[in-house]
Nanobody, 114 residues
Framework: VQLVESGGGLVQAGGTLRLSCAASGTISSINTMGWYRQGPGKQRELVATITSGAGTNYADSVKGRFTISRDNAKSTVYLQMNSLKPEDTDVYYC?????????WGQGTQVTVSS
């Protein structure tokens, strides 16, 4: 399984970005996809996840600002990020999990300037 992220970049505070992650390979239809982020010297942390049944979970820090969605036919997960803050600056990683198997994307940089 390969995960390819896109959509990162530089944006001013208050701006928006939309991340995409396309999965390819042999993928179980029952899985959870999500976004995590990690900054220098920090642990990777959950941003949002979505199950194949569309159940969602968000970190408190992004609730009300970020929205996760998925297109099962395209095996793609999206993260709509609104009202971005400088503290959202990190490398964002896509994750797909099925039972005990986990796959990660290569990461995409999001930089929010003040």
């Amino acid at each position: 399984v390969q995960l390819v992220e896109s959509g990162g970049g530089l944006v001013q505070a208050g701006g928006t970005l939309r991340l995409s992650c396309a999965a390819s390979g042999t993928i179980s239809s029952i899985n959870t996809m999500g976004w995590y982020r990690q900054g220098p010297g920090k642990q990777r942390e959950l941003v949002a996840t979505i199950t194949s049944g569309a159940g969602t979970n968000y970190a408190d820090s992004v609730k009300g600002r970020f929205t996760i969605s998925r297109d099962n036919a395209k095996s793609t997960v999206y993260l709509q990020m609104n009202s971005l803050k400088p503290e959202d600056t990190d490398v964002y990683y896509c994750r797909l999990s099925h039972q005990w198997t986990v796959y990660w994307g290569q990461g995409t940089q999001v930089t929010v300037s003040s």
